[in-house]
């Protein structure tokens, strides 16, 4: 096991009903920017409940956070935040609205240019504090301090990480999940699937702990999955959900362990070059990327495909092919395709990415930083 | 799954060399009492590094908490406190000590008598800020606000709990462990298996990922414990416990789920009464009362049987009373006793515990309450 540091200040606040305590987490008399996405909040009721609990504050709105929040749509919200004196930035939605908030609250204190937040080269001294009630599981957002923020003009997609900018509190209530579409509820377990992979299924550290916590995520998505996909107002299937994905990606399972995210790197990209929904390009780069580092995984992969799939027998690439087909099997079921070219997208893809990411300097991505230019290409044409 | 909130703000720093760290966590300038227990920190080189550490800030010292910390010797570290104007307790040591510094902090800042923060009376306002450095698994007190104090003149023992006497930080380094006895690691991987099991073995609550992460810890204190025990020096089964320790009682996995905690709560009479280390009271009684309530508890210990304990076939009667005897195995391994009688204790003790517990009101032990005095006196006879 590495050394490792862990503080996570957030207050999780889970369950039916707790919407309504939100005045108590926010200080009274303050000036608050409720911050959202395209108006489905209005729709479902948890726009009501919110502007009901905030009593005694003084309020202000940003709409419109789309999907892969977008640079130049949330300076528009910095601005506001600058010009009122905001001093807490409440997001209600989902990952995309969240991430989109923690980058106006570092921005909005910043001197200088807001886009070196994401190039790694500002230095954030300070944030707005925020919160949020979360109405979509899958980015883990809800209980970590990282973002991930798109510039259209640019075909860009980056992700910055600072402890400023953990939410003083979420609010998680299940029954506010109800009424999404099918899509958004299969990307969001797909999601926290692969957040789980990124921290595990790298190479034994002797972090047994570690292992078997983050198998016991996977395995929670596996079974609740499929359950909260065909009752979507099972509260129970998706409140484990929901757990699930905050305990995917709030540190807690990679504490001492070496981490992947190459398929977060790679499938941003596509994103920002194709605007395909993050979760499916995620579910596309995986299964190609296990394959083609099956060698340098090998033993996590055995293990991954013994404990999580329960393949007992037959050889180690036997075991797995058959742990990834039924990766692939998984991500199908919850409707996501598991190749680029169901996205109508081609081999000339390969190409693109490696240049945008090259565009950042010299690619060594993966766990030990040998996943090089020639090496995307190769995962994603096999990935066509 | 229950509705729960989850806030837990201490710094976790861990692995080897941390202790040079702690210049970096305390206000250079601030007046620290430095608290300790019977002085194994000077012969192991903890103490050295600690002052080394600590430069620039104005040094008290307290020495001397024993194992079960008791009230009268904390009173005499709350004067101090109190006369210096100490702005910051850190605590050297284990649980012991770090229980004894948590009562300390919030004894220093109470009006009116210190025991009320024991028996529950106390409104405590305030705490001095406290941070650990951890010699010694097992008790997990390093990330929670917990703490268990003794009071020998009236043979009493009583937990407390507050969010002020979270640690701001607790350094953990696994080589400070390595000259422990036997005895005291044996002690803490008992006392960790035993934190699980009071949140995990009750009743089911649709809680997947919660059980799943409980079996994870209770799986890793099974396999490393031994390892550890047998080579005290391995760094890697060292870290391994210490980790699982730290999150079989941060409150991660028992968010939304019943908890039980009657074994604690005989645990501590049988201290309070015979001076039995803490964990060697947990070992005698957790077997006695799994057989007392298998009834109510089927489902669980079923579930505990077989994947905790791998056994798969045989009636629900059959597989708990193995996982029973493997667990009562377990605790022998790690040369802790499973009867009373091997401590020279005999049926009296039953009459003497329901006494104890009944000093305080109607005896309601369990997660249904229904561990009344009669079931006490059964669970201790049969444990005889």
Redesign the interface.
């Given at each position: 096991?590495?050394?490792?540091?862990?503080?996570?200040?957030?207050?999780?606040?889970?369950?039916?009903?707790?919407i309504a305590e939100l005045s108590q987490e926010i200080a009274p008399g303050s000036k608050v920017l409720v911050a959202y996405g395209g108006g489905s909040i209005r729709q479902n009721g948890v726009y009501d409940q919110v502007l009901s609990a905030l009593q005694g504050v003084e309020l202000f709105e940003f709409g419109g956070i789309e999907a892969n929040p977008d640079f130049d749509t949330l300076m528009k919200a910095v601005e506001i935040v600058r010009q009122q004196g905001v001093q807490f930035i409440l997001s209600v939605g989902g990952g995309s609205v969240l991430d989109g908030v923690k980058f106006i609250a570092a921005a909005a204190h910043l001197e200088g240019d807001p886009w070196t937040i994401l190039t790694g080269k500002a230095e954030i001294k300070s944030a707005i504090p925020i919160g949020s009630v979360l109405t979509l599981p899958g980015t883990g957002s809800e209980m970590n301090c990282f973002s991930v923020i798109s510039r259209r003009s640019t075909n860009e997609k980056l992700a910055f990480g600072n402890p400023l900018v953990y939410p003083v509190f979420s609010i998680l209530d299940p029954e506010t999940t109800y009424s999404l579409p099918k899509r958004q509820i299969g990307n969001g377990v797909a999601d926290a699937f692969v957040h789980v992979i990124e921290q595990y299924l790298t190479y034994p550290s002797?972090?047994?702990?570690q292992d078997?916590?983050a198998?016991?995520?996977l395995?929670?998505l596996i079974?609740?999955g499929p359950k909260t996909l065909a009752n979507p107002d099972d509260y129970?299937s998706r409140?484990?959900i929901m757990?699930?994905a905050t305990?995917a990606l709030n540190g807690?399972i990679s504490?001492?362990v070496p981490q992947d995210w190459a398929t977060h790197g790679i499938g941003h990209e596509l994103t920002a070059l194709y605007g395909l929904d993050h979760a499916r390009t995620l579910a596309v780069v995986l299964p190609s990327l296990l394959r083609q580092r099956k060698d340098v995984k090998q033993a996590k992969l055995v293990q991954f495909a013994e404990r999580v799939w329960d393949f007992k027998t037959g050889s180690a690439d036997e075991k797995i092919e058959a742990a990834i087909q039924k990766t692939e099997g998984f991500f199908l079921s919850l409707g996501i395709p598991v190749k680029l070219s169901a996205h109508q997208i081609g081999e000339e893809a390969a190409k693109r990415v490696v240049q945008n990411l090259s565009r950042r300097g010299e690619i060594a991505l993966g766990e030990d930083g040998k996943i090089t230019g020639p090496v995307v290409e190769k995962i994603l044409i096999e990935a066509v």
């Amino acid at each position: 096991m590495d050394n490792f540091t862990y503080r996570n200040p957030t207050k999780l606040i889970f369950g039916k009903g707790r919407i309504a305590e939100l005045s108590q987490e926010i200080a009274p008399g303050s000036k608050v920017l409720v911050a959202y996405g395209g108006g489905s909040i209005r729709q479902n009721g948890v726009y009501d409940q919110v502007l009901s609990a905030l009593q005694g504050v003084e309020l202000f709105e940003f709409g419109g956070i789309e999907a892969n929040p977008d640079f130049d749509t949330l300076m528009k919200a910095v601005e506001i935040v600058r010009q009122q004196g905001v001093q807490f930035i409440l997001s209600v939605g989902g990952g995309s609205v969240l991430d989109g908030v923690k980058f106006i609250a570092a921005a909005a204190h910043l001197e200088g240019d807001p886009w070196t937040i994401l190039t790694g080269k500002a230095e954030i001294k300070s944030a707005i504090p925020i919160g949020s009630v979360l109405t979509l599981p899958g980015t883990g957002s809800e209980m970590n301090c990282f973002s991930v923020i798109s510039r259209r003009s640019t075909n860009e997609k980056l992700a910055f990480g600072n402890p400023l900018v953990y939410p003083v509190f979420s609010i998680l209530d299940p029954e506010t999940t109800y009424s999404l579409p099918k899509r958004q509820i299969g990307n969001g377990v797909a999601d926290a699937f692969v957040h789980v992979i990124e921290q595990y299924l790298t190479y034994p550290s002797d972090a047994p702990l570690q292992d078997r916590m983050a198998e016991s995520v996977l395995l929670t998505l596996i079974e609740e999955g499929p359950k909260t996909l065909a009752n979507p107002d099972d509260y129970t299937s998706r409140a484990n959900i929901m757990w699930a994905a905050t305990m995917a990606l709030n540190g807690i399972i990679s504490v001492g362990v070496p981490q992947d995210w190459a398929t977060h790197g790679i499938g941003h990209e596509l994103t920002a070059l194709y605007g395909l929904d993050h979760a499916r390009t995620l579910a596309v780069v995986l299964p190609s990327l296990l394959r083609q580092r099956k060698d340098v995984k090998q033993a996590k992969l055995v293990q991954f495909a013994e404990r999580v799939w329960d393949f007992k027998t037959g050889s180690a690439d036997e075991k797995i092919e058959a742990a990834i087909q039924k990766t692939e099997g998984f991500f199908l079921s919850l409707g996501i395709p598991v190749k680029l070219s169901a996205h109508q997208i081609g081999e000339e893809a390969a190409k693109r990415v490696v240049q945008n990411l090259s565009r950042r300097g010299e690619i060594a991505l993966g766990e030990d930083g040998k996943i090089t230019g020639p090496v995307v290409e190769k995962i994603l044409i096999e990935a066509v």
